[in-house]
């Protein structure tokens, strides 16, 4: 690579974006975050989002993205941050969210001054001021609508990678038409948070990558072109609003003379395709086929590399961001920490000592003792409640305290081994688990973890991830171009 390049990746997320630059030995040089409750305080938010009346509709400001990145782009400009070195950019969005531009907009994309900072050039560009965004669980209806029309919940699956979820850009379009008609349809062009991003980069409408698209409930994961009946069932016309797809490693074209006048990129500065936050985590933590990413917070989150998936009524199927004849599952799990710390309080007064000490004293299999712990309304599967089963196999109220500790942390384990395996993961030799998140600084419970996966696991830190794997997706996009 040429020794002067450098590459950058945006992360457009919930409450901030980030820029993280690379060198050519991929290490870090700049980085830099707008937070959006803190640096833009006129748009009101709250973590980032307006969430409404009904506490089920969650949306984001579109003007507060555009003005978030004029003030990031001006900041590193003010720093001195050399924009002609750019040899590469790419980026990423929170997943599911839609921006909505108004009828003419591509022409004023196409034409923007560069004496103008976006979000004044592009301020009347949108018909829906306000996205929807994947925090909102207001269209239980259309998701009801679309698993009916489709033929069931787990057709859709088979055809999309997941079943009808609120949060999923196709059932948020479809509730846009039906209660927004005429702003629906004043909009020449519906994208995602992630290729809206790449749009501002490349001056046009910037295609959705095959990975964040995953994410709507609309496009064949295996044809890799959007689902006709899926589309009609949310929204008439809706193909020629949401254009192509590509795959998320392609080159979309270079930055535009915008950014060029403005900030003295080069003018071959190349931009790949933008995706959402989940597929660039995989992309960032470099991740490789068999292997599992499991960031163990508030909730557990685990994805996967997948080759041939299996779409089930849990969980959700991407195409995958590197390789795009493969897959990538993503499972969520509510109850992680929270669950954790309550068995800790309970069982091991309140300490981590105590909880390890019990899981180094007690045996992998807890002598066939087995439970199931969800304090708050578990999302896989959906149950709520504790549920402990002896030896024999018999429901019994309680256990002793060392065999609760035990039961919890394979109950939570082998419920994530169980549900990638139904979505078609499989363990292969070279298999390694890379652990983040705050339990992961704890040995013992990463030794029943790898017990249970018999796979080596490694931590890492990741508060970057999604960003900094955009940064390498440029510079990969770029060099295998
Ligand atoms: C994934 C999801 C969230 C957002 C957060 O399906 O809804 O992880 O992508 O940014």
Redesign the pocket.
Known sequence: MDSAAHYLGFDF??QQLKVIAVNEQLHVVYEDNVQFDKDLPEFGTQGGVHVHEDKLTVTSPVLMWLKALDCILDRMKASGFNFSKIKALSGTG???GSVYWRTASREVLNHLPAEQPLHIALQTCFSISDSPI?MDSSTRAECHHLEKSIGGAQVLANITGSRAYE?FTGNQIAKVYKQKPKEYSQCERISLVSSFAASLFIGDYAPIDYSDGS?MNLLDIHKKTWDETCLNACAPGLKEKLGSVVPSSSVLGNVSSYHVQRYGFSPHCSVVAFT???PASLAGMRLEEGDIAVSLGTSD?LFLWIKDPTPALEG?IFINPVHFEDYMA?L?FKNGSLMREKIRDNCSSASWEEFSNILRSTPPGNNGHIGFFFDVMEITPQVVGIHRFNAKNQKVSEFPQDVEVRALIEGQFMAKRIYAERLGYKILPQTKILATGGASCNQDILQVLSDIFNAPVHTIATANSACLGCAYRAAHGKESH
Do not use: E, F, K, Y
């Open positions: 997320s919930t929170q997943q599911h994947w949060r994410g959402g936050d989940n989150t959700h993503l969520c």
